[in-house]
């Protein structure tokens, strides 16, 4: 037989009758002690002509593979001299090289999880509060929601008082602008409705109105509440705002 692996290869005696077993090609129940035996004395002798230390574990297995065929070859002991509960050295043998066989799969096994999972690449947790949608709960009671059915009411009520001839001039409307504009109405007048900051009708003035008070109420800067449902909603300077300048 020619042997193209060396000791350093297997993990243990068991490793190595599993391995002897496998290039027979048969099963582990199917052993025949004889021939195992022969195949692995074999094996350990070509180790040791190529100048190659042969760990005790190796000899220990070659003396028990010696033993079990030496057993089978005496003649059978009778029934009345046997222990019923001595275990048969070569049942022995078959069974701790199945277990060995079931721990060999399983490491086996684990080993392709750990080479897949090193395929597998994690990036740290991204801060996601860019993504965080804004409250859009104006104060305790008066949401975004009605601010815009406001709106939507006071575009309506304009647009039927509107005369049927106009002339219109070309106006230039600021956010900024009209933001101070408000805060020096409140400023002056405390509390103010919400439908008398649209005092002129135009789509630009209407519109960066809207947006100025938005804007306010998100700097904290208006406060802005409806004390029944349908009730007019009243506008007036938050707390820590009243007082400035």
Known sequence: MDYTVTIDQFEGPLDLLLHLIKQSD????????????????????????????????YLNMAAELIEIKSSHLLPRKSKETTDEF???????????????EQYKNVV????????????IYTKEPSNLAMYKIEDTTLSDEITLDKL?????????????????HTTVTKKEYSVSKRSFEIREMIRHKKKLSFQELFHEWSRDYVVV????????????????????????IILSAKEENSHES
Not at 86 to 100: F, M, N, Q, T
Not at 223 to 229: A, P, T, Y
Request: proline residues 2%; hydrophobic residues 35%.
């Open 26 to 57: 048969i099963e582990i129940e199917e052993i025949e002690v004889s021939q195992i035996t022969e195949q692995y004395l074999n094996y350990i002798q070509k180790q040791e002509e190529m100048n190659l230390d042969v760990a005790s574990e």
């Open 86 to 100: 001595e275990e048969d050295p070569k049942e022995r043998l078959i069974r701790r090289l199945k277990e060995y």
């Open 108 to 119: 086996s096994r684990l080993r392709k999880l750990e080479e897949d999972r090193n395929l």
């Open 148 to 164: 815009l059915e406001a709106f939507r009411e006071l575009l309506k009520r304009k647009e039927l008082e509107k005369p049927l």
């Open 209 to 232: 109105t809207f947006l100025s008070i938005l804007d306010l109420a998100k700097k904290q800067v208006l406060k802005i509440e409806q004390s029944h449902n349908f009730d007019q």
